[in-house]
């Protein structure tokens, strides 16, 4: 096929995006494809327009990219491209809506409040966690420990996204179960240097730890692969997503957000738990561009 890779772009992730494409585009010219680099930027539908590919493999994180944009752009264009539509794609970069959503089906999420940009800011009970709704690689990420870190949090927040979510801390584990076409792979337990999965433990860290799949009681992986594949239909994905989980201090697992272009560095999730299932990365990146 002829693909165009559409990577980068003004998000806060285009860092993470590039690696990612370069990862992708040696996978798919080793796979016999005709691949062209595409940087996400106003020149994207005319550089589209000359290129005439016959699939578009998005590797954009954050917004814009993710959140159904550049999706509807290639609707109108009538170009086909991997993983999630237009709807779920808008939903699901919105940690807000994602939550609500997602409860009202019975999927647990955990507890908390939204704040507006402009909202007076009062103090909340610590341990939370503070985080914009939109941004994900856990951009402006915040453990609040003590009630004077609060506002402090919700300004870094702020800086990110006019909408920002502050939940109740978890303390249990951080877990992660990603999805193939509607099929969960095996858990992977993430065990970062510090209490939180933030920025810098994605991403720069040597010292964060991944167990590939993860050491679970039968009866609690059979329930995250449950509910991730559950949130995976309520919110109608496609391809390959990933669903990411803590649980609390008595092994309960909760939904902390859906991720439908899940990275795909050396680093990434997505390609351990397929390892883990018999599936090679670039097994893993022709399916993505089969579906």
């Not at 996400?40 to 959140?67: Q, T, W, Y």
Request: proline fraction near 8%.
């Amino acid at each position: 096929m002829k693909v165009a890779v559409v990577f980068g772009g003004p998000s806060p992730e285009a860092g993470i995006s590039r690696k990612s494409a370069e990862s992708v585009i040696k996978a798919l010219k080793e796979l016999g494809h005709e691949v062209f680099p595409v940087e996400l930027s106003s020149e994207l539908p005319f550089k589209l327009r000359e290129i005439s590919p016959d699939k578009a493999f998005l590797v954009l994180h954050g917004s814009p990219g993710e959140d159904g944009t550049v999706q509807g752009l290639l609707e109108i264009m009538g170009i086909p491209y991997t993983g999630c539509g237009v709807i779920p794609s808008a939903v699901s970069i919105d940690k807000d809506f994602t939550k609500r959503l997602l409860s009202s089906y019975g999927v647990p999420v955990p507890a908390g409040i939204t704040l507006f940009k402009g909202d007076p800011v009062e103090p909340v009970e610590a341990p939370c966690v503070v985080k914009p709704a939109r941004a994900g690689s856990s951009v402006g990420i915040t453990l609040v420990k003590e009630e004077g870190e609060f506002k402090k949090a919700v300004e870094e927040a702020f800086k990110y996204d006019d909408k920002v979510l502050v939940e109740e801390y978890l303390e249990g584990k951080e877990l992660t179960v990603a999805l193939l076409n509607g099929r969960a792979l095996p858990p992977v337990e993430i065990l970062p240097e510090g209490e939180l999965y933030d920025y810098s433990a994605k991403y720069s860290s040597p010292k964060t730890r991944y167990v590939v799949p993860a050491e679970l009681p039968q009866h609690l992986e059979r329930r995250l692969k449950s509910i991730a594949e559950k949130a995976y239909k309520v919110l109608e994905c496609r391809g390959a997503v990933r669903v990411d989980f803590r649980l609390n201090r008595y092994g309960s697992p909760f939904v902390l957000e859906v991720n439908t272009i899940p990275g795909l560095t050396e680093r990434s999730l997505l390609p351990k738990s397929a390892k883990a299932a018999g599936i090679s990365f670039k097994q893993l990146i022709e399916e993505m561009l089969k579906s």
